[in-house]
Nanobody, 124 residues
């Protein structure tokens, strides 16, 4: 099973990026999705999550009202606005097949499948 995060890049502060998470085998319609990030020298941290049915979302306080997660036909999208230098990190998407499709999961250990990550750099 392969998850692939894409869409990262270099952006100036205040800019925006759109990350995508796709899967080679899984049908992500049935999976809860989470985004995590890891900055150099720091532990991986949770960013946001969406339930399998796409009805429920949760956001870390650090990104709330700037990042928006959604599900679409291709998989999953993370739209990031008003980016800050402290958002610089490798961003990973993760997936799990939940018992209840409306649940949202925020812990690293909850997730079964992980992508390789995409680098986001916010710098002037």
């Amino acid at each position: 099973v392969q998850l692939q995060a894409s869409g990262g890049g270099l952006v100036t502060p205040g800019g925006s990026l759109r990350l995508s998470c796709t899967a080679s085998v899984l049908n992500l319609d049935y999976y809860s999705i989470g985004w995590f990030r890891q900055a150099p020298g720091k532990e991986r941290e949770w960013v946001c999550s969406i339930s399998a049915n796409g009805m429920n979302t949760q956001y870390s306080p650090f990104v709330k009202d700037r990042f928006f997660i959604s599900k679409d036909n291709a998989g999953n999208t993370l739209e990031m606005y008003n980016l800050r230098p402290e958002d610089t990190a490798v961003y990973y998407c993760a997936a799990l097949e939940p018992i209840k499709r409306g649940l949202v999961f925020t812990r690293i250990g909850d997730y079964e499948y992980w992508g390789q990550g995409t680098q986001v750099t916010v710098s002037s």
